[in-house]
């Protein structure tokens, strides 16, 4: 277990050197000018657009963060040469890729308290209500964090970083719409559609699982047994995405 934290707090550190905790203060900047503006222009909606615009603006500077610091897992140590170093140690290659992932995850769960934490005295100092499904929201939006970092990370273990941070945003894109992708090919009159529709639905992320932002906006109750689901197919989907990254990870030829 030494050579694998140590190699998770390496990953903290080297994403603290990157200067990443400025999208903190970035979030508390957003937020502040937004609901200034909110408070100007509504009146009785204000709690649910505080929320929209807090929930949305934390889920897309995370989901930004950890395509970034997942595609260039591996391609960052080839450019600097530190994989020789790792690849020459007694650890395998597997257990160097766990403790990467495992180093850029602390990093967006740290980021991701500190605006959880701006997001709700927000709320407290406007005197809207922190309900069940704002919890919600915030919680499964980490589990998303982890398919999308997944899916870096895989793409990272035999390609640039280019290529990997194109592939996951165009996954990120998909698989927001891979549920609506399902129904249109239901109600198609084509086999082919059909069979094709459903095939994409299967293999890419069904990222709406994690969506409850409109939940939180609307102060929807939310129960803790309607997101084991998601939580469930998160963690499959991760573990998955993994096993195959380390695989391919362990074929690859760095001379």
């Known amino acids: 277990m030494g050579p694998f934290i140590a190699l998770a707090l390496n990953g903290f550190r080297e994403a603290r050197r990157n200067r990443v905790t400025l999208l903190v203060g970035l979030f508390a ?3 502040l000018l937004s609901t200034s503006l909110v408070l100007e222009v509504t009146v009785g909606t204000f709690d649910r657009v505080l929320t929209d615009v807090g929930l949305g603006a934390m889920s897309l500077m995370l989901v930004l963060l950890s395509i970034f610091l997942s595609s260039g897992l591996i391609s960052r140590e080839i450019e600097r040469r530190t994989i020789f170093l790792m690849v020459s140690k007694p650890l395998s290659r597997g257990a160097f890729l ?7 995850m602390l990093t967006v ?7 959880a934490a701006l997001f ?3 709320l407290a100092f406007y005197g809207a209500p922190l309900t069940s499904a704002h919890l919600a929201a915030m919680g499964m939006l980490w589990f998303e964090l982890w398919v999308l ?5 895989l793409m990272s273990s035999f390609s640039s970083q280019m290529v990997s941070a194109f592939v996951s945003v165009s996954v990120y894109v998909a698989g927001s719409l891979s549920s609506d992708i399902y129904k249109l090919a239901t109600r198609s009159q084509s086999n082919a559609l059909e069979g094709l529709g459903k095939a994409v639905y299967y293999v890419l992320p069904d990222l709406s699982r994690f969506n409850y932002r409109p939940q939180a906006a609307y102060a929807t109750p939310v129960s803790f047994a309607e997101l084991l689901p998601g939580m469930g197919y998160g963690v499959a989907y991760t573990c998955v995405l993994v096993a195959l990254a380390i695989l391919l990870f362990n074929r690859r030829d760095f001379r």
């Open 29 to 31: 900047l957003a937020m």
């Open 98 to 104: 766990v403790g990467r992932l495992f180093g850029n």
């Open 109 to 115: 769960t740290v980021l991701q308290l500190a605006m």
């Open 120 to 122: 709700c005295g927000l």
């Open 149 to 153: 970092s997944g899916v870096g990370f």
